[in-house]
């Protein structure tokens, strides 16, 4: 009852909070072209949750399910499911805010180049966005207490630094602005490659060994060696969008790497992450940090040739047309760790 309470306030605070936003939404929908036909509702929210992006929350937790299943912890499957949801969740939950929070503040306008968002087109207004956010956001929060309850202190932090970082990422005046803390964005000021390192990564891999290695929970070093593969290719796409982004970005406000240092930094930032994920693969085989057995060394690499191809694209397209690089490198990164996770059962099955 309590919870329920505690939902109802924050949707009676958003309504007072977020009224005068209505109009400014009634306002850019004017510029949409009359011509523009209104999705479906169902298919609307399909848009907003960008599931292109989605993939980004599969590889890390099937990547550390997988590492925890080659050590022994064979019995990890339901925590990895929950997990998997949790960090759904967040991400869907994440999405639908940067949605809202991006076209309040400024950044996505008729400019943007970038896939129609639901809130700048009109589609749904700013309380709309917003309240699906809270919605998913308080999902992932009834899944984190069942991590919580597994993992102890770690997942406490874990649950609550990802409920914080999902509205930080943007920011914008909710729910951060009820606590006095709307002008503070993780995106805005140049860190969010950063977070998606973290937590897309390190995170996301770590915590789902650590709660697949119950009742021992603990990470061992290759479980933070995969956790890096997977985060660098994490990176990558962000780094796509905030290059396509970047003309529109600088007169938001918002200092990501690539308005920061430019287009051709940017381009050389996702050369490296890309690449950089092939040499920290070489460098734990080498080191002897994987299994032994030849799968593991091969099979990841079958994904070279895309990556090649990607890191070509970064180079020769610009603007709107990014925008199938957006959604091709997260596809990247689902086939490089789907490769990397067979490798590891493959090698398992060979002992």
Known sequence: RNFIALIIWIHQKLKKERGSVVGTATYHSNMVSKDEEKPSMLKLWFLAIRPQTLPASVSPVAVGAALAYADGHRGGLPEALAFFVFALFIQIGTNLHNDYADFVKGADTHERLGQARVTQKGWLSPREVATGATVALAGALLVGLRLILIGGWPMFWVVLTSEFNAVAYTGGPYPLGLIGLGDFSIGYLGLGDLFVLLYFGFVAVC???????????????????????????ATAIIVVNNLRDRKTDVKAGKRTMAVRFGATFARIEYTALVGGAFALLAAGEMLGKGPSASLWWIFPWLSLPLAVLRVRDIWRLDGRDLNPLLGGTAKLQLLFCSLFVASVLLAVEKE
């Open 207 to 233: 915590g789902t060994y650590y709660l697949c290695s119950t009742p021992a929970l603990s990470v061992p070093f290759h479980a933070v060696w995969g956790a890096s593969i997977v985060g660098v290719l």
